[in-house]
């Protein structure tokens, strides 16, 4: 089979296409035929070398769709043919086929195309997680989402419109307002816009968000914090640099500042994460939004594109 190998940290360059054998499934794990694979910042992050350390070489990526081709000795959730997502891969998904744990896949509805599926782990159970676990969020509050066209942000719209919360999103360009807009959002900001934030303030009549899910802290966490309601509470999902607050808005609020990655999910959040994404997914709540289609050979493209920013929806691969 055909997939992308990594031999040492470096930029997208060290991304290469290559033969290499095709798994085999072992006791409680199954192989699936993949038609889509998912590309997410972390990826870049892992292959530059951010992340620590990796055994060389091996295949990039946690997230994609496709078929169950064949299962090891005990798997009892999953059969040959069954259409599925991916939530993590024992092999990498950057390929045609990938070797995951029975508990790595989950249910694909029919209504739901490879491409959709392979938008779903990362950006929406990192959503969730920030959401619902760390953020505490309820229904009737006030959420502001940095970034709501991009993967993570629609996933965060879509989540919270099914949840009862009043949605407020930014984007950088008309089209991408546009989209966070069709997603659910109540309202959207150009977040280019001098003073952007104190309009959205003014829409929730002055109070201040009850929740910011914040993509880029380097650059916006100082000016959260005066935005906030409260007893407000901002998550920090994405930053790519240091940056300065003042305390004093924290304190004044009475807020709360929390990080968050994917990586630190527990047993009980995946199962109640994927639980949930599975129902949003067969009912319709769940609508990922792919915004770029390449072949598995773009790879290199793929991860100059998931960091240029700007994104509309979500990049997948088709291996």
């Known amino acids: 089979m055909k997939a992308i190998q990594v031999d040492q940290f470096g930029g997208p360059e060290v991304l290469q296409l290559r033969d290499v054998p095709d798994p085999k499934p072992g006791a409680g794990q199954v192989v699936v035929k993949l038609f889509a694979v998912g590309v997410n910042p972390v990826d870049t992050y892992i292959r530059k070398g951010t992340y620590g350390p990796r055994t060389f070489p091996y295949t990039p990526g946690s997230d994609g769709a496709g078929v169950i081709e064949s299962v090891g000795d005990?798997?009892?959730?999953?059969?040959?043919?069954?259409?599925?997502?991916?939530?993590?891969?024992?092999?990498?998904?950057?390929?045609?086929?990938?070797?995951?744990?029975?508990?790595?896949?989950?249910?694909?509805?029919?209504?739901?195309?490879?491409?959709?599926?392979?938008?779903?782990?990362?950006?929406?159970?990192?959503?969730?997680?920030?959401?619902?676990?760390?953020?505490?969020?309820?229904?009737?509050?006030?959420?502001?989402?940095?970034?709501?066209?991009?993967?993570?942000?629609?996933?965060?719209?879509?989540?919270?419109?099914?949840?009862?919360?009043?949605?407020?999103?930014?984007?950088?360009?008309?089209?991408?307002r546009a989209l966070v807009l069709e997603q659910g959002a109540h309202y959207v900001l150009d977040h280019h816009s001098a003073g952007y934030l104190e309009q959205g303030v003014a829409m929730t009549g002055g109070r201040g968000f009850d929740l910011i899910l914040e993509m880029a802290a380097h650059e916006n966490l100082g000016k959260d914090l005066p935005v906030l309601a409260r007893e407000g509470r901002v998550v920090v999902i994405g930053s790519r640099g240091k940056v300065e607050i003042d305390p004093r808005q924290t304190m004044m609020r009475d807020a709360n500042i929390m990080g968050m990655t994917l990586m630190n999910v527990t047993e009980r959040e995946y199962f109640g994460i994927h639980t949930a994404l599975a129902a949003g997914l067969e009912n319709r709540t769940l609508r990922p939004v792919v915004g770029k289609e390449l072949p598995l050979a773009d790879a290199p493209a793929a991860h100059e594109a998931v960091m240029s920013g700007g994104a509309h929806g979500k990049i997948v691969l088709i291996p």
């Open 74 to 176: 005990g798997v009892k959730k999953v059969k040959p043919g069954d259409r599925v997502y991916l939530a993590g891969s024992l092999s990498g998904t950057y390929a045609q086929k990938a070797l995951c744990n029975e508990s790595q896949v989950h249910p694909l509805p029919d209504g739901v195309t490879f491409q959709q599926g392979a938008a779903v782990n990362v950006p929406y159970a990192t959503a969730y997680r920030a959401m619902f676990f760390r953020g505490k969020a309820l229904a009737g509050e006030t959420m502001l989402v940095h970034g709501a066209s991009g993967g993570v942000g629609i996933a965060a719209v879509q989540l919270a419109k099914a949840a009862g919360l009043i949605v407020v999103g930014t984007a950088g360009s008309d089209r991408g």
